[in-house]
C-alpha cells in the first residue's frame, strides 16, 4: 500500500502513519505540499471540508494507492460560548472514490477566536499564547487547552480513521 499526505505537517503525515499501519501493515507514506485551495484559516463547515478534498484531490497520482487530505476548520455552533467548534476533516481518495472523516471538536478561549475573527489566524494567535513556536505542528493547540490530555497527533488520527471506516467495510459502503 502507497499512501500520499497533501501536507509536510509533521503532525498530519505522523497521524496517517499511525493509522493506516494498523489497517495495512505493509505501507509506505509521503507527504508532498499541495494547496487546499481554501483560506489559511478555513471557517465554515464546507469550506473546511473542500479544503480537505482539495487536498488529497490534488496530491492524488497513480503511483499510489491513496491520498489523504486533512484540513483544520472552525465551524459554527449554537450555544457554544465562542459560537465555534475547531475540527479536523480527513478526505482520504483512490482515483475514484474519496470518504470522509471529522475529528472531536473542541472551543478555544474567546480570545482567540476574537483574533481569527479579526483575520489572524488560530495558529498565529495560539503561538503567541503558549510562547511555543509552530504549536500546531507539535502538540496542537488541542493539547494545551486539554492539559496533555490529548494531543493534534491523537485528534488527527480520529479523522483519519473516520475516513477509512467506509473503506474497512467496503462490503457495507460500495456494493
Request: glycine share 10%.
Amino acid at each position: 500500500m502507497k499512501v500520499v499526505v497533501g501536507s509536510k505537517n509533521p503532525v498530519k503525515l505522523k497521524a496517517t502513519m499511525n493509522v493506516l499501519k494498523k489497517i495495512y501493515p505493509q505501507m509506505g507514506v509521503q507527504a508532498k505540499h499541495v494547496d487546499s485551495g481554501v483560506p489559511d484559516q478555513p471557517i465554515g463547515l464546507e469550506v473546511t471540508i473542500q479544503g480537505a478534498i482539495n487536498r488529497a484531490k490534488n496530491v492524488f497520482s497513480k503511483e499510489f494507492d491513496l491520498s489523504v487530505g486533512i484540513e483544520s476548520g472552525l465551524l459554527e455552533v449554537p450555544h457554544s460560548i465562542t459560537g465555534y467548534l475547531d475540527l479536523q476533516w480527513c478526505a482520504i481518495h483512490d482515483g475514484e472514490k474519496t470518504t470522509l472523516g471529522v475529528s472531536a471538536g473542541f472551543e478555544y478561549p474567546p480570545m482567540v477566536i476574537e483574533q481569527v475573527l479579526k483575520g489572524v489566524e488560530v495558529g498565529d494567535v495560539m503561538d503567541q499564547l503558549t510562547g511555543v513556536d509552530n504549536l500546531g505542528q507539535k502538540t496542537g493547540a488541542v493539547s494545551h487547552l486539554s492539559r496533555g490530555l490529548l494531543d493534534r497527533t491523537g485528534n488527527t488520527e480520529q479523522c483519519v480513521l473516520m475516513a477509512m471506516i467506509p473503506r474497512m467495510n467496503d462490503n457495507l459502503y460500495f456494493k
